[in-house]
C-alpha cells in the first residue's frame, strides 16, 4: 500500500470514527429529553388533626426514566384549601433524599400553593423513590376531610411523558376537627450520641394506643422493626425515649402507632447522620 492509500485510509477512518462517535452522542441525548416525573403519593400523618394542630404533609417522588432528571428542572406544587389548612409556620422543610428544596407559598383565590423544586441535586433514574415533608396546620372543621392535590411538572431541558400510564399528580385527604381525639402524637424527633440515635417523643392523648413501635430504615423506603416501647395510657399524653444503635452514617425513623383491635398509624419520618467511629466489632 502506497503512501496516498495509507492516508487516505487514515482519513477515512478518523471520519467513520468521528461519525460513529457523534451519533453514539446524539442517540444518548436523545432519550434524555424524554423523562418521566411521578408524583407517587401524598400522605398527611395523622390522617386526622383537630383546629390548631400540625399534621406532616409526606411527599413522594420517582423518576421512571430513562434518564436522569436534571437539577432543577423539576417542580412539585401542592395546594391546600385555605378555608380548613394553612402552612405551617415554620411549614419545617425536611428533605429525606437531598434532591428537593421548598420555594415558597402563594396563597389567593382560597388556595394555598407551595412550590418545590430539585435545586438540591438531579433526580436518579427508574428505582429510587425520593421523600420530602413539611408542616400544614388545622384551621377549621371538614366534613369529612378536605383535600390536598400534588402536581408535578418538568422545565424546558426535559419534556413530559407518561411512559407507563400513570398520572403525574396525586391527591389525598385530611380531616380537621374540633373533637377531642383518642390519640395524638404531638411531636417526635432524634439525637445522635455517639452512633447511638436517641428518638424521643411525645403525646397529648393516648387513650387507644397500646404500644409503639419503632421502624429504622437506611434508606427512607424500606423499614425493619428495631424496637418496641408499651404506652402509658395516659389520658393526658406521657414523653418516650428509645436508644438505637445505629452505627455511622445517615438513618431514618419513624413510630408504627399500635391500637386496640390492631389498627396501627406510622408518624412522620425523621432522620439523623451519626458521624462517628463504631466500636471495635460493631456490626448493625
Known amino acids: 500500500m502506497n503512501k496516498r492509500t495509507t492516508k487516505k485510509v487514515v482519513k477515512n477512518l478518523v471520519i467513520l470514527t468521528m461519525v460513529l462517535f457523534f451519533t453514539t ?5 436523545e432519550p434524555c429529553n424524554r423523562v418521566d416525573l411521578q408524583g407517587v403519593s401524598i400522605d398527611p400523618i395523622p390522617g386526622t388533626i383537630r383546629k ?24 412539585a406544587q ?15 422543610f ?3 433524599c437531598g434532591q428537593w428544596s421548598y420555594l415558597g407559598v402563594i396563597s389567593k383565590d382560597g388556595h394555598h400553593d407551595l412550590f418545590f423544586q430539585n435545586n438540591a441535586g438531579a433526580i436518579p433514574l427508574e428505582g429510587q423513590y425520593c421523600y420530602f415533608q413539611f408542616d400544614v396546620v388545622g384551621k377549621s372543621d371538614t366534613k369529612p376531610a378536605t383535600g390536598i392535590t400534588l402536581v408535578s411538572t418538568l422545565g424546558a431541558t426535559s419534556m413530559m411523558v407518561d411512559m407507563n400510564g400513570r398520572n403525574q399528580a396525586a391527591s389525598t385527604e ?19 450520641n455517639g452512633c447511638t440515635a436517641n428518638l424521643n417523643w411525645k403525646t397529648s392523648a393516648e387513650k387507644n394506643a397500646t404500644s409503639f413501635e419503632i421502624e429504622h430504615s437506611t434508606d427512607g423506603y424500606q423499614y425493619t422493626k428495631a424496637g418496641a416501647v408499651p404506652a402509658k395510657k395516659n389520658t393526658t399524653g406521657s414523653t418516650y425515649e428509645y436508644a438505637y444503635e445505629q452505627g455511622p452514617g445517615i438513618a431514618y425513623y419513624r413510630l408504627k402507632i399500635i391500637e386496640k383491635g390492631g389498627q396501627f398509624s406510622h408518624s412522620k419520618i425523621i432522620s439523623i447522620d ?11
Not at 401542592?78 to 419545617?92: D, F, K, Q, R, S
Open 94 to 96: 425536611i428533605d429525606i
Open 274 to 284: 451519626t458521624k462517628c467511629i463504631p466500636k471495635k466489632g460493631f456490626n448493625p
Open 25 to 29: 452522542v446524539v442517540m444518548a441525548q
Open 174 to 192: 385530611l380531616k380537621v376537627t374540633s373533637s377531642a381525639l383518642p390519640f395524638v402524637l404531638s411531636d417526635f424527633g432524634v439525637i445522635a
Open 52 to 75: 390548631g394542630q400540625t399534621a406532616s404533609i409526606v411527599v413522594t417522588m420517582k423518576n421512571n426514566g430513562p434518564c436522569p432528571i436534571p437539577k432543577g428542572d423539576a417542580t
Open 78 to 92: 401542592v395546594t391546600l384549601i385555605g378555608e380548613y389548612l394553612e402552612p405551617g409556620a415554620p411549614v419545617n
